[in-house]
């Protein structure tokens, strides 16, 4: 089993719906937990950071942790076809600080 | 701003052959990563640096060596490259407090 689960997709919706994208983790020490967007043959860029437990909101974004039932979520409200791309949760513990990444999952906006 | 800087952008090999993917960052930041990427499998790390002039293996790190030249620059070489390194690689780096990454635009090398 993988430290970081994540389904793949693809998900579909129709522009302006919530998005929930959604990882579980099974290691206790990650403190960090983070959302990147990778668009087509490009490298991932972070959208969004959090340490610890707690909501974070940017925008149309909306991280969330769950720290006790080791899950994490990003929501994307009024969703736009620009935000077809394929999203992947990252966590690190304190001390390495290095990221460990879900799967991805592909998420399709249609007009 | 350059940020994380790959080359080559693609690549293909003959299987046996050797190459070294190159990758530069103008953010001075301590610690560097190489991942590769496949489908269904993620971004899954092959070695890092923590900091200039130390490495260490990741997670997939077999037929890999690594390079760390000075602060900039991260090198990932492939002595005998394998149909199974056919992938894509990404280089990245974070400063060594929260894992804040940032990548490069990725290498895509078929092995044939």
């Known amino acids: 089993q993988k430290e970081v689960e994540q389904d793949p997709g693809p998900l579909s919706v129709p522009e302006g719906a919530i998005v929930s994208l959604n990882c579980t983790y099974s290691?206790?020490?990650?403190?960090?937990f983070m959302w990147y967007r990778q668009y087509s043959r490009k490298g991932p860029e972070l959208l969004m950071y959090?340490?610890?437990?707690g909501n974070k909101e940017d925008g149309r974004f909306t991280a969330q942790v769950d720290k006790s039932s080791k899950y994490i979520s990003l929501f994307i409200r009024d969703s736009q076809p620009s935000d077809s791309a394929t999203y992947l949760c990252?966590?690190?513990?304190?001390?390495?600080?290095?990221?460990?990444f879900g799967r991805g999952t592909s998420l399709i906006v249609h007009p | 701003n350059a940020g994380v800087t790959q080359t080559p952008k693609f690549q293909v090999l003959k299987t046996g052959q050797s190459m070294t993917l190159q990758c530069a960052q103008d953010?001075?930041?301590?610690?560097m990563y190489w991942y590769r990427q496949d489908p269904g499998m993620g971004l899954r790390l092959i070695y890092y640096?923590?900091?200039?002039?130390?490495?260490d293996k990741g997670e997939v790190p077999n037929g890999y060596n690594v390079s760390r030249l000075n602060k900039r620059e991260f090198s990932l070489r492939l002595e005998s490259a394998a149909p199974s390194q056919t992938s894509v690689y990404f280089c990245?780096?974070?400063?060594?407090?929260?894992?804040?990454?940032?990548f490069g635009q990725g290498t895509r090398l078929t092995v044939v």
């Open positions: 959090t340490y610890s437990s």
């Open positions: 953010m001075n930041h301590n610690s």
């Open positions: 990245a780096s974070s400063d060594r407090g929260p894992a804040e990454a940032f």
């Open positions: 640096s923590a900091s200039e002039g130390t490495t």
């Open positions: 990252a966590m690190s513990a304190g001390g390495s600080y290095i990221p460990t």
């Open positions: 290691n206790s020490a990650f403190q960090y």
